[in-house]
């Protein structure tokens, strides 16, 4: 194997609860076998380049973890899963995750990894403005797929009576109206800077009061 899976689980616990995450057992197994499955059919499928390969755990799979903490609940719709992160990665850590990828390919690899690891998720093949309606307050998350403004605007057509979105950004200048950017993640364990963004669709808290 090439990608960088912890040499024990003990270490793989150590950097996630500095994400603020407890990772069980089985999720950890169930991450190894994602990643070996991933590496098998990477170039094929066209999921992540070589480089990639090198850094799946430290880059893809703890920036995927990072989210957790900022989940309301387990359910999630995953936008632009591609290959399966946040998505894959949130469903092999318990949550009942919905991921939304145009590109069929890497729905079909998504489809095997879920076989391959035992967990139950929904995975639809089309974009997230076609995948609709989702139903009041869903939770979105998504991943070096758009801005968080472009994110909004694809939602919204979809979710008009509100809904909450998850997203990494590089930059806290990297925002959108009613969002509010987390501190930054932390270097170790993920190793470039990055910020959480949370955004509530208005609806949402007009639904509360």
Request: proline share 6%; charged share 25%.
């Amino acid at each position: 194997m090439k990608h960088d899976l912890p040499l024990s689980f003990s270490e793989a616990c150590g950097q996630c609860s500095l994400l603020g995450v407890r990772l069980s057992e089985e999720s950890y197994l169930k991450i190894g076998k994602f990643l070996d499955l991933l590496e098998g059919s990477a170039e094929k499928a066209n999921l992540v380049g070589p480089l990639e390969i090198e850094r799946l755990w430290i880059r893809h799979v703890l920036e995927s973890i990072a989210f957790m903490p900022f989940l309301d609940g387990l359910d999630v719709f995953d936008v632009g899963t591609g290959a399966g992160f946040p998505g894959m990665v949130l469903s092999l850590c318990g949550h009942n995750v919905t991921m939304i990828e145009s590109r069929r390919k890497r729905c079909a690899f998504l489809e095997t990894a879920a076989r391959h690891c035992g967990v139950s998720c929904r995975i639809l093949n089309s974009r997230v403005e076609d995948a609709g309606p989702f139903p009041s307050g869903s939770q979105f998350t998504s991943r070096a797929v758009k801005r968080p403004s472009e994110m909004v605007e694809l939602i919204l057509p979809s979710a008009p009576e509100g809904f909450s979105l998850i997203t990494r950004v590089s930059e806290k200048t990297e925002t959108c109206s009613n969002a509010i950017i987390s501190e930054e993640l932390p270097i170790p364990p993920l190793d470039r800077t990055g910020f959480i963004l949370q955004y509530r669709h208005p609806c949402i808290d007009e639904e509360t009061n």
